[in-house]
């Protein structure tokens, strides 16, 4: 079982910036597929990148491409999405997922079984 903890969510204005890491603990693998996702009010959760945390080339999402990056430390299994030039658009919880299992590379499309509690982003106009 794969614990997930997520951290770095704040209110900022538009146009800020903000980190928010995912580290995960409690298994034996050393190379996690993990994803950040995230839901508005109202609308339904969306799939924001993926990548492996000892490196591969992420997944972007069409609708993040250019402002949303990630970072990763392979020796603390964690993944950090980084969000540049923040939009009212952005407000949302952003959720870590982990697939243990990925058999074709790591995709937002694959299974994501494991989720963290969420940290919220709130961005003003």
């Known amino acids: 079982q794969v614990h997930l903890v997520e951290s770095g969510g704040a209110s900022v204005r538009a146009g800020g910036s903000v980190s928010l890491s995912c580290t995960a603990s409690g298994s034996a693998h050393s190379n996690y597929c993990m994803a950040w996702f995230r839901q508005a009010p109202g609308k339904k959760r969306e799939g924001v990148i993926s990548?492996?945390?000892?490196?591969?080339?992420?997944d972007y999402a069409d609708s993040v491409k250019g402002r949303f990056t990630i970072s990763r430390d392979s020796a603390k299994n964690s993944l950090t999405l980084g969000i540049n030039n923040l939009i009212p658009e952005d407000t949302a919880m952003y959720y870590c997922?982990?697939?243990?299992?990925?058999?074709?590379?790591?995709?937002?499309?694959?299974?994501?079984?494991?989720w963290g509690q969420g940290t919220q982003v709130t961005v003003s106009s």
């Open positions: 997922a982990v697939d243990l299992n990925p058999s074709l590379g790591c995709r937002l499309s694959n299974n994501f079984s494991s």
């Open positions: 990548a492996f945390t000892a490196g591969d080339r992420p």
